[in-house]
């Protein structure tokens, strides 16, 4: 079945940078969107970065120019490069993948603090 794994989350302080990295398994990975949402307290989710493949990524406006999201197909893995980061970025990240039927597939999530 679907299996997405995130790790790379933590505490950082502002201006710092992580990486975070989405192992995914149980599907034909190349064929499937992948997105990265994230969820603050008391927020509603919000999709930040999506990878479509063929190097089409597209981005929230309140990461554009300091998120970069990539695909390793060989490695079956999606990465979220986050620099600059600030506390507005604090969230818990998760990487969802999207099938041509738009079924969703959802990992357990990674928690990113960004505080001095």
């Known amino acids: 079945q679907v299996q997405l794994v995130e790790s790379g989350g933590g505490l950082v302080q502002p201006g710092g940078s992580l990486r975070l990295s989405c192992a995914a398994s149980?599907?034909?990975?190349?064929?499937?969107?992948m997105n990265w949402y994230r969820q603050a307290p008391g927020k509603e989710r919000e999709l930040v970065a999506t990878?479509?493949?063929?190097?089409?990524?597209t981005y929230a406006d309140s990461v554009k120019g300091r998120f970069t999201a990539s695909r390793d197909i060989a490695k079956n893995m999606v990465y979220l490069q986050m620099n600059n980061l600030k506390p507005e970025d604090t969230a818990i990240y998760t990487c969802?993948?999207?099938?041509?039927?738009?079924?969703?597939?959802w990992g357990q999530g990674t928690q990113v603090t960004v505080s001095s």
């Open positions: 969802s993948a999207v099938n041509w039927l738009n079924n969703h597939y």
């Open positions: 990878e479509k493949g063929g190097g089409i990524t």
């Open positions: 149980g599907f034909t990975f190349s064929t499937f969107t």
